[in-house]
Every structure is written in C-alpha cells, then in structure tokens.
Nanobody
Framework: QVQLVESGGGLVQPGGSLRLSCTASGFTFSSKGMSWYRQALGKERELVAGISSAGGSTNYAGSVKGRFTISRDNAKNTVYLQMNTLKPEDTAVYYC?????????WGQGTQVTVSS
C-alpha cells in the first residue's frame, strides 16, 4: 500500500531554516510527481510546492517562492522541502502528497512552528 512518512518538523525562530523529508513506499516513486502542502490552524490546506517525477520541473506558491526549495532523490524514494527565512505565517502542519492511480495520498503530517 502507498505510504508517505514525513519528518523534520519542529520549532524554529523567525528567519531560521528547516528541512522536511518525506519517504515514500508502495508505488514507483520515480514515475510520480510529488507535492508538499500545508494547513494552518483554522485554514484550508494549500499547495506549497510541487516537483516532477524526474525533478526537472518545480512550482511554488507565491508566498514561499525564493525561500523554499523542493527537491527529490529517486534512489532514496524521498522528497525534501528546504525552508529558509521562515516566518511566523509559515506555521502549519506540512503534508507530503502523491497522486497514484487517480487517488491522492497524504502523509501523517509534520508540525512546523515559527515563533520567537
């Protein structure tokens, strides 16, 4: 079965950095685009960044462009989200996601809190 397991969240001060990881199993990772979403308390889940199957194409939400970088290592079945210059408004639960056979799968999420 498809499994997505995120890690790397935590508490960081404004201006700090974190790197999230998501390890996938249960499907051919190298053939699927991957995405990171986030959901802040009381808000809808939003797309943060996406990356194509081979990693050659990426896209970002306007609010994170220039600060976040999505990447992947197909040999490790892992997608990353490097987050720099973090702001309090980046506080949310971050989810890894994959669309496999027309079904969108989600990880369990990892909490990112940006606060002084």
């Amino acid at each position: 079965q498809v499994q997505l397991v995120e890690s790397g969240g935590g508490l960081v001060q404004p201006g700090g950095s974190l790197r999230l990881s998501c390890t996938a199993s249960g499907f051919t990772f190298s053939s699927k685009g991957m995405s990171w979403y986030r959901q802040a308390l009381g808000k809808e889940r939003e797309l943060v960044a996406g990356i194509s199957s081979a990693g050659g194409s990426t896209n970002y939400a306007g609010s994170v462009k220039g600060r976040f970088t999505i990447s992947r290592d197909n040999a490790k079945n892992t997608v990353y989200l490097q987050m720099n210059t973090l702001k309090p408004e980046d506080t949310a639960v971050y989810y890894c996601s994959a669309l496999v056979t027309a079904h969108r799968y989600w990880g369990q999420g990892t909490q990112v809190t940006v606060s002084s």
